[in-house]
């Protein structure tokens, strides 16, 4: 499985960036796909990840900016991110993971795609 993550760059504060990622290969159907950060000198985190059935997860100081969205016939995840702020700067990734009750335990990751919030 291979993850292309898109869409980072530079923005100012109080603006938009949407990322988009694509899976691609022999992808499993019922994986959770999502994002996580990782800021300089911090710990990756999540921001959002999403069911195959659509059910979405955020992590609190994001879930009123953010917005994850799912397109499971194109495999392909995006997260809408309105409001930003200085503190969003950070290495985005893309992820696909099993789902709790999986047996079958994987975790893909993307490259991860530069997102920078100037003041």
């Known amino acids: 499985v291979q993850l292309q993550a898109s869409g980072g760059g530079l923005v100012q504060a109080g603006g938009s960036l949407r990322l988009s990622c694509a899976a691609s290969?022999?992808?499993?159907?019922?994986?959770?796909m999502g994002w996580y950060r990782q800021a300089p000198g911090k710990q990756r985190e999540l921001v959002a990840s999403?069911?195959?059935?659509?059910?979405?997860n955020y992590a609190d100081s994001m879930k009123d900016r953010f917005t994850i969205g799912r397109d499971n016939a194109r495999n392909r995840v995006t997260l809408q991110m309105d409001s930003l702020k200085p503190e969003d700067t950070a290495v985005y990734y893309c992820?696909?993971?099993?789902?709790?009750?999986?047996?079958?335990?994987?975790?893909?990751w993307g490259y991860g795609t530069l997102v920078t919030v100037s003041s």
């Open positions: 290969g022999s992808v499993p159907t019922s994986g959770v």
């Open positions: 992820n696909l993971k099993n789902p709790r009750w999986a047996s079958q335990r994987y975790s893909y």
């Open positions: 999403v069911t195959s059935g659509g059910t979405p």
